[in-house]
């Protein structure tokens, strides 16, 4: 056999929650395929979300897109496709739905409510620059109402298309752009971000939007104990010489039984056995004997004492290599999100 052909991604979803029946493959399960839905009947594009991670704990986000091509296997996101009656595993990757009409629904909404929007963050559901993007062009466009409205604006991305936007984004009057590199060669994201731009074109990116005047950071999550946490001072170095001024990082959280199944089924086939053991078990240590947290405040942060080592070790190279001082609080947005801090809030997403 041909090793340079892509092994086929067989369609995996653990049960929905949601859905009273589910179903499972005689057999062997058939390819996943992309489709892409258009969603029309869209009313509203910012969702007003709970974050506590986050300085400032509300947060006013807009998703173009549910669902993100990219697949990283401890993504959060996936319990929001099982609201829609997909499944938290392949269907989340490869079911793609698009907002077509985000842009005008942004501008009606911030006619209305312009004076009570601090801020808007293009993340947390979905990457804001998937693939499809470069065709629908929909978050450059609500990029555009940002500008003509003068909201500051937050962007969390693996995906170099951010770049096309740059133009847009030198319009905004205040901007931030952190790329999500937790991982430092492509060896050791492949595991578990199979589908995303490498670190190294992130970085590129990153030293693109740098030059071009705009302030970066660096976004260090998920650490997942066991695996990533040796890459957190070449993480930090790597973005300093990218431009990056601003870093945080958080603990991997995994936030249903859903995610759980399908980030273990995965790592499983594509982590060696005894790295597996090693994750495994230190994931419950940190949690308490579980692999998912036991309440919302602890989501982000771990447990014991090797998670205050990995703290450490990020706090003392983040404040060696200048991150996050005083003098660039000016040039981001306040809401530079923060390594863990305690909340004792659900999350919850809701519209207004
Ligand atoms: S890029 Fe972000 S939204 Fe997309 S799968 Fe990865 S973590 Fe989730």
Redesign the pocket.
Known sequence: MCDTVAPVRQVINPPNPYNKLSSEFVGEPPPTKLEIFEETATKKVITKAFASGWEGGWRYTVNCYRG?V???T??F?RQYHEYLGYGAGTDFETKIVVKPNAPQLLRAELKKCRNKMPHLDF?F???PY?ALESEYRLTRQCLEVCAEFRVPVSIVT?SPLVTRDIDILQKLEKVSVFF?IPFLTKERSNPF?PY?PVPEARFRAMRTVADAGIPVGIGIAPIIPGYNESDIPGLLEKAKECGATRAFMSMLHIDTPSIEEYFVAKMKERVPETRVAKIINSMKRERGGTLRHNSYKERMTGKTEQWEVTQRLFDFHSRRLGFNTKEHDADHLFDTPQTPTASSEPIQQTLF
């Open positions: 993100c990219h697949g990283c401890y993504c996101a993340s559901a979905t990457d998937i693996k999500s971000e995303t």
